[in-house]
């Protein structure tokens, strides 16, 4: 029995060795090596921006004593879209939806930077926790909540925004508070039908790291989890010195639904709309309908010739956004 047990120990410490070696070893023996090739698809001559009329940026206190910021799109509308951007910018680009709805008295509009976004966050690229972000979302929400109360609150995103808003739908505190969701050009997750990271130039994932991280995660070692895994490709003439080009594990992780992404979606207690434009060059938008398919209530556009980051300027895009808000 004694040598049994013995044998036993030995394999499972030899076991754990190698399990740790092998995680080790991907986490830190790999590099982000930043993307190159052609974003011509994505257009992001696109991200036109009136600075004189960007409304200023204003602050909420988040759970940790934070002070995060956020623009705020003032209308007679009686409703509120809470709005989250895409990976490796902020909330600026989202200007010319957000002045639409306002103006046509279809919703207030908050468009927030996401922690380790914006003109100056207090550390780029990362956070404190996986989860985080949805903890600020979660703030953000009672935030508005109370500034609007009996309003309808709507909740929103643009890509990876749009994945943060899915992520956020399906976790423990799901916010009661929102009714709705909007999503544009969402992501989903590397192993959904949408999901074209092969043919992808926007962003480089290192997978041998993630790997590596995951496997530390499983068991509960996250110390390494500030270390970059993605880079993002922004033209160099369209920088400014605000946009975020790397991601650490835990905001990366925190941006995007989980493994489960189907569990995610069907948190979503409400009305779905899911637009994008068939010429999205970061996913296969004709997939959403698969993604979707078991949600009762999502209504799916995808509009002719527009880009990845087309539905939030054109104006055709726009009308039919309006409209389903105003439904």
Known sequence: MKKTIKISFITLTSSAIIYLGMAYGLTIFSTV??????????????????????????????????????????STAEQVLIFIHGSGYHSEYLQELATYLSEE?????????????GPAPETRGDIAYIGQIDDDIYDLIDFVDQ???????????????????????????????????LL???????????????????????TPRMIGLSMLNQIGITHVNDLDVISFNMPSEYRDQTETLAYSYR?????????????????????????????DGSFLVDQYQQVFAEHPNTKI??????SHFGPIFDESAQKEIAAWLQD
């Open 184 to 206: 544009i050009a969402p992501y989903i997750h590397h192993t959904a039908p949408t999901n074209s990271s092969d043919k992808n130039e926007w962003a480089n994932v290192n």
């Open 105 to 117: 008295g279809v919703a207030k509009v908050y468009t927030p930077n996401l922690r380790g976004h």
């Open 33 to 74: 090596k930043a993307p190159s090739g052609d974003l011509e698809s994505l257009k992001f001559n696109e991200l036109q921006t009136n600075q004189q009329q960007l409304p200023e940026l204003q602050t909420y206190q988040t759970r940790d004593g934070s002070e995060l910021s956020y623009r705020y799109y003032e």
């Open 301 to 306: 556009e995808i509009m002719d010739g527009l």
């Open 251 to 279: 905001l990366q992780t925190s941006m995007h639904p989980r493994s489960d992404y189907q569990k995610d979606i069907s948190s979503m207690n409400g009305e779905i709309f899911v637009v994008a434009g068939s010429e």
């Open 147 to 181: 500034r609007h109360p009996e309003q309808p609150i709507i909740l929103g995103g643009h890509s990876s925004g749009g994945g943060t808003v899915i992520r956020t739908a399906g976790g423990d505190a799901s916010h009661e508070a929102v009714e709705r969701y």
